[in-house]
């Protein structure tokens, strides 16, 4: 790190944002980490979510049972719900790449009290799932949803605690929709990229 500076962790590890500044180093958002089950578990205490998860396994079976069967980390949970055969980051990342259009949909990426809200992040995905978009558009709007998150988290971290430095790491930003929406759109701030993405091993 500089003398002052915010860090964007983005990781199919888990997501973090750092500031180190003449008080020390420290992480400063609580993202916490996906848990398939458990984001069921809130689904089915939540009476619209419940029927946005019963849609989905009256209409696509085979995706509700892999959903409530099998152990899955976040990128394979989008990609068992998009049907994409390769249930990895890079999986979901080709599917992006097959979009050509500018624009993606709006994915929720919120916050709650207890860090990232990915019962809204799942849901914002079944519900568009059920609504027939077509599964590379929705790949491709996921990760502009998640360049705009680290963007306004970062372009808030800047303001309330006046750092001018940023230091973008994490194998995510491999993924150039991903680096180019974080560049585009963060271009005056002038980020700094490692120089390796796998910094995660």
């Known amino acids: 790190f500089t003398k002052d500076a915010i860090a964007s962790y983005l990781s199919t590890n888990g997501i973090e944002f750092i500031v180190s500044n003449e008080v020390g180093t420290k992480k400063v958002i609580n993202f916490g980490e996906f848990d398939l089950a458990k984001t069921l578990e809130g689904f089915k205490a939540n009476e619209k979510r419940a029927r946005l998860l019963d849609n989905l396994?009256?209409?696509?079976?085979?995706?509700?049972?892999?959903?409530?069967?099998?152990?899955?980390?976040?990128?394979?949970?989008?990609?068992?719900?998009?049907?994409?055969?390769?249930?990895?980051?890079?999986?979901?990342?080709?599917?992006?790449?097959?979009?050509?259009?500018?624009?993606?949909?709006?994915?929720?990426?919120?916050?709650?009290?207890?860090?990232?809200?990915?019962?809204?992040?799942?849901?914002?995905?079944?519900?568009?799932?059920?609504?027939?978009?077509?599964?590379?558009?929705?790949?491709?709007?996921?990760?502009?949803?998640?360049?705009?998150?680290?963007?306004?988290?970062?372009?808030?971290?800047?303001?309330?605690?006046?750092?001018?430095?940023?230091?973008?790491?994490?194998?995510?930003?491999a993924n150039s929709v991903l680096y180019s929406r974080v560049i585009s759109k963060f271009q005056l701030n002038n980020p700094y990229f490692s120089k390796a993405f796998a910094l995660d091993d």
């Open 57 to 173: 396994k009256s209409k696509y079976p085979a995706v509700g049972e892999a959903l409530e069967n099998e152990t899955l980390d976040l990128f394979a949970t989008i990609a068992t719900i998009l049907e994409i055969e390769d249930k990895t980051f890079e999986g979901v990342c080709n599917k992006g790449y097959e979009f050509r259009g500018n624009g993606g949909l709006k994915v929720d990426t919120n916050f709650t009290e207890n860090g990232f809200d990915y019962e809204a992040f799942i849901g914002s995905l079944i519900s568009f799932k059920l609504a027939g978009v077509d599964m590379h558009y929705l790949a491709y709007s996921l990760f502009e949803a998640i360049a705009d998150l680290a963007i306004t988290v970062m372009s808030q971290l800047k303001t309330k605690f006046k750092i001018e430095n940023f230091i973008m790491m994490g194998d995510m930003f």
